[in-house]
Every structure is written in structure tokens, then in C-alpha cells.
């Protein structure tokens, strides 16, 4: 996973970006809205779909930037054939983020935590990004890690650990839960991920609908 992809991708080109909150989207003045923010935007609470003109008054000092998807895309062909040169089981999700299955990998590395170092590297000296990895048993594990220590993180989710480690998480971090849905579930009483094992199905439809 690709950190703030589209704003590392414009500070990466212009040095004058660097170290500054920056936000890639349409301007406020047109109703745009937020398409990647930097980490350095984030601090301020800029994120992604947030209206442009509430950015702006969130961050005062916003660097506003227009979006040029051929650079995103160029930077995203260089990342996944650094990812291919691992494993041919790369699915890609969007320009910035891929599943890999790693379990037999062309680097000849016995452990997974070795082949995401490896790549994590190559895409930081070839392509000038940081990326940050989640290693675990399956998708869903995987894809939560990877968001658990960005930027430039690394997470490892051992299959021993997924019991604990799933104990450890909100319930927003399950795929798919917004502000607006966990706060439904928050009203009946879910609040950690693994409460959703016990709620009462019912109950749980009628306040959300389904999770699947």
C-alpha cells in the first residue's frame, strides 16, 4: 500500500512540496474535493473527500494541487513490476495498492517479513515512494496491517498473533466501516472488531444492514 500516493508522487517532483501540507484535488473555489492529502496535510485532519473549501479552512497553509494521473499511473506501472518481479500473484486493488501471495516467491526467500523488506526498498530507490506492508495469514489481515504503521510501515500479523491482534482493533477498522457506520454500531453496543462475533445478527441488520 502506496502512502498518500497522489501527494507523495508531487512532492517526490517538486522539492519545493516537500516538508509542506499538500493536498492533490480539485480547488475550492469549484467545489472540489480532497483526492489525496500528504501526512503533513493529515495532521490538520485533511483527508481524502473532504471538500476542498473545508481543507482550506482546516489547514490555512494547504497546498492545493491539480491531479496529473499520467505521473500516478507511471509511478504505478514502476511499483507493480517491482511487485511482479517478487511473485506473479499480484492483484492490484487501485494504482497504489496490491495483494501479493508471496508463499512461493521468485526472490527464493523462506519468509514473507524478507520478500516485503525487499520491496519495500526497491520501490523506496527505484521509484523514490514510501509503501508501507502488512503480512498475515489472508486478505482481510493483510489489509488492515497494512494501514497499521503508516508511513513506511511494516506490520506482521503471525498466524499465532491473529487472535490477539484482532482483540486489539476497533470496529472501524473493518473494511468498509465509515464514520457514519461505526457510529450505528457504537449505539448498540460494538465498539471492538470482535464484538461483531457475538452481536445479535437481528439487531445488527436492523442498524446497519449487512456488513458482507
Not at 489489509?143 to 504503521?149: E, M, N, P
Request: aromatic letters at 6%; a positive charge; hydrophobic letters at 45%.
Amino acid at each position: 500500500d502506496m502512502d498518500a500516493f497522489y501527494a507523495s508522487v508531487e512532492q517526490r517532483d517538486d522539492p519545493a512540496l516537500r516538508g509542506r501540507p499538500v493536498a492533490v484535488g480539485g480547488p475550492a473555489e469549484g467545489r472540489g474535493v480532497v483526492a489525496a492529502a500528504s501526512y503533513e496535510a493529515r495532521a490538520f485532519g485533511v483527508r481524502s473527500a473532504l471538500p476542498m473549501a473545508r481543507a482550506r479552512r482546516l489547514c490555512p497553509d494547504l497546498v492545493v494541487v491539480r491531479p496529473d494521473f499520467a505521473r500516478y499511473r507511471e509511478a504505478s506501472r514502476q511499483v507493480m513490476a517491482i511487485l511482479r518481479s517478487a511473485t506473479p500473484l499480484v492483484e492490484p486493488l487501485s494504482l497504489d495498492e496490491a495483494y501479493l501471495d508471496v508463499t512461493d516467491n521468485l526472490l527464493g526467500l523462506p519468509l514473507a517479513t524478507s520478500v516485503a523488506r525487499h520491496l519495500k526498498a526497491r520501490i523506496r530507490a527505484e521509484v523514490g515512494l514510501t509503501s508501507s506492508a502488512g503480512v498475515a495469514p489472508n486478505k482481510f489481515l493483510a489489509k488492515i496491517a497494512s494501514g497499521f504503521r503508516k508511513p513506511d510501515g511494516l506490520t506482521v500479523i503471525a498466524p499465532e498473533r491473529v487472535e490477539a491482534f484482532l482483540k486489539r482493533l476497533p470496529v472501524e477498522a473493518l473494511w468498509g466501516v465509515g464514520p457514519v457506520t461505526a457510529r450505528k454500531l457504537h449505539a448498540i453496543g460494538i465498539t471492538r472488531l470482535t464484538d461483531i462475533r457475538t452481536a445479535d445478527p437481528a439487531v445488527l441488520a436492523a442498524a446497519v444492514g449487512s456488513l458482507a
